[in-house]
């Protein structure tokens, strides 16, 4: 990571919503190459940076050498509750997470996040455990496979790809990001370009291979535990499977019910927790697109806790 230049999306705003300080700790759930924590490090707060890929977390340790108060834990933000336990604090002001996948992997050929670059199919944030975008290709059956990409991509034409890849790793293993990206151009109608497409089918085994709708489920459950009153947090997604995810659970976390509209009276003993910040997903401005092209697709949701 030596030398790469990051450039954090929406920086002004994520500031402006978790309020850095002193005596305010913070989680920044997805370190990456530490541009929002270094941020809110300079304006007094104490964080606590999470991040599964090693390499973010030596970055991290780095870093921590000049900034005393950042503590790094090598853990998925799933693991939030355990890692602010962890760090000996019993809930926190604010929690970051700025979801997706950032520049400096999808630069490295041999994590295989993106199609520009030839390398192992891998896809996985932490190299060191679980099954590769390889496996998955290699195991699953033309429907599962389908199912996937069109899940987690949302690409149309699923089906007619995963045929295309069962098919063809009857003849060779589908392990290298040259490979994949071959057979699905291959299977594209005339026409039809085949960036999307290739860009789509990636996003699809990546999030399948790191799990990581669940995870951003289960780490939005726990954010009612813990976040202190009058805590918040900021969500920056990049595509409209994660933002809907993000949505939906401030919406209900807004109401003191969340039954059925069906029901005469209320059964769900529910009770509101958040406060919503932000009426509408904020974007980036132009300015900033033309600086950051990766942040013309972000959008930042923002709560606080009641």
Same mark, same amino acid.
């Given at each position: 990571?030596?030398?790469?230049?990051?450039?954090?999306?929406?920086?002004?705003?994520?500031?402006?919503?978790?309020?850095?300080?002193?005596?305010?700790?913070?989680?920044?759930?997805?370190?990456?190459?530490?541009?929002?924590?270094?941020?809110?490090?300079?304006?007094?707060?104490?964080?606590?940076?999470?991040?599964?890929?090693?390499?973010?977390?030596?970055?991290?340790?780095?870093?921590?050498?000049?900034?005393?108060?950042?503590?790094?834990?090598?853990?998925?933000?799933?693991?939030?509750?355990?890692?602010?336990?962890?760090?000996?604090?019993?809930?926190?002001?604010?929690?970051?997470?700025?979801?997706?996948?950032?520049?400096?992997?999808?630069?490295?050929?041999?994590?295989?996040?993106?199609?520009?670059?030839?390398?192992?199919?891998?896809?996985?944030?932490?190299?060191?455990?679980?099954?590769?975008?390889?496996?998955?290709?290699? *195991?699953?059956?033309?429907?599962?496979?389908?199912?996937?990409?069109?899940?987690?991509?949302? *690409?149309?034409?699923?089906?007619?790809?995963?045929?295309?890849?069962?098919?063809?790793?009857? *003849?060779?293993?589908?392990?290298?990001?040259?490979?994949?990206?071959?057979?699905? !151009? #291959?299977?594209?109608?005339?026409?039809?370009?085949?960036?999307?497409?290739?860009?789509?089918?990636?996003?699809?085994?990546?999030?399948?291979?790191?799990? !990581?709708?669940?995870?951003?489920?289960?780490?939005?459950?726990?954010?009612?535990?813990?976040?202190?009153?009058?805590?918040?947090?900021?969500?920056?997604?990049?595509?409209?499977?994660? #933002?809907?995810?993000?949505?939906?659970?401030?919406?209900? *976390?807004?109401?003191?019910?969340?039954?059925?509209?069906?029901?005469?009276?209320?059964?769900?003993?529910?009770?509101?927790?958040?406060?919503?910040?932000?009426?509408?997903?904020?974007?980036?401005?132009?300015?900033?697109?033309?600086?950051?092209?990766?942040?013309?697709?972000?959008?930042?949701?923002?709560? !606080?806790?009641?």
């Amino acid at each position: 990571m030596t030398g790469v230049r990051h450039v954090p999306v929406l920086k002004p705003e994520t500031l402006e919503y978790l309020r850095p300080g002193p005596g305010r700790r913070l989680v920044d759930g997805t370190f990456g190459y530490g541009g929002h924590s270094i941020a809110m490090l300079e304006a007094g707060a104490e964080v606590l940076g999470l991040d599964l890929d090693a390499v973010a977390q030596a970055e991290c340790h780095k870093l921590a050498g000049d900034h005393p108060g950042l503590h790094c834990a090598q853990a998925s933000f799933r693991d939030l509750g355990r890692a602010i336990r962890d760090q000996g604090w019993d809930c926190v002001d604010g929690v970051l997470l700025d979801l997706g996948v950032s520049s400096w992997q999808l630069d490295d050929p041999g994590k295989g996040f993106s199609y520009r670059f030839g390398g192992p199919l891998d896809l996985r944030f932490d190299q060191g455990s679980g099954k590769t975008a390889a496996d998955l290709v290699a *195991e699953l059956d033309s429907h599962d496979l389908a199912n996937l990409i069109f899940e987690f991509g949302e *690409e149309r034409g699923s089906r007619r790809i995963a045929r295309a890849l069962v098919n063809a790793r009857l *003849e060779a293993p589908i392990d290298t990001t040259t490979r994949l990206k071959q057979i699905v !151009e #291959d299977s594209l109608p005339r026409g039809v370009k085949p960036q999307p497409v290739l860009s789509r089918v990636f996003q699809a085994l990546r999030i399948a291979v790191n799990d !990581e709708m669940a995870a951003l489920d289960e780490v939005l459950e726990q954010l009612p535990r813990v976040l202190r009153k009058g805590g918040r947090v900021v969500v920056i997604s990049y595509h409209s499977l994660e #933002d809907r995810r993000v949505k939906r659970f401030i919406d209900r *976390e807004k109401r003191d019910c969340v039954c059925p509209p069906e029901l005469p009276m209320c059964a769900c003993d529910h009770r509101r927790t958040l406060k919503p910040l932000t009426k509408k997903a904020v974007v980036a401005d132009a300015e900033e697109e033309k600086v950051n092209p990766r942040s013309r697709s972000a959008r930042l949701r923002a709560a !606080e806790r009641l």
